[in-house]
C-alpha cells in the first residue's frame, strides 16, 4: 500500500456526491448548493404565560375624605358668619 492511496487519521473519508435525480440538470450550481446546505434549524419560541393586570394605582388624594372635615372643623364658624352676612345682604336688597 502507498501512503497516498490510504487516508491518513487528519483525512477523512471522501464521500461520493449525491447524482441528481430526473429533473435537475447536471451543471446547475444552485441545486448542488441547496442540496449540500443542511435544514435551518427550527427555533421553537414559547411565549410567557400572560400576567395579570396590575391593579390600579391611587396617587391622587381623595379631597373628601382627608382634607374637608379638616376645613370644615377648623373654619366652620367663618362659614357661618359669612353666611348670615350673604343672607342679610340678600334680605335688604329683595326686601
Do not use: C, F, N
Not at 64 to 86: D, M, Q, R
Amino acid at each position: 500500500p502507498t501512503p497516498a492511496a490510504a487516508p491518513g487519521p487528519a483525512e477523512p473519508p471522501v464521500e461520493p456526491a449525491a447524482e441528481p435525480s430526473g429533473g435537475e440538470a447536471v451543471g446547475q450550481p444552485e441545486a448542488q448548493s441547496e442540496a449540500a446546505q443542511p435544514e435551518p434549524a427550527r427555533q421553537t419560541h414559547v411565549a410567557p404565560p400572560p400576567m395579570a393586570p396590575a391593579p390600579p394605582r391611587q396617587e391622587a388624594l381623595d379631597l373628601g375624605a382627608t382634607v374637608l372635615p379638616i376645613l370644615a372643623k377648623t373654619y366652620w364658624k367663618h362659614a357661618l358668619v359669612a353666611l348670615v352676612v350673604v343672607a342679610l345682604v340678600v334680605w335688604l336688597i329683595v326686601g
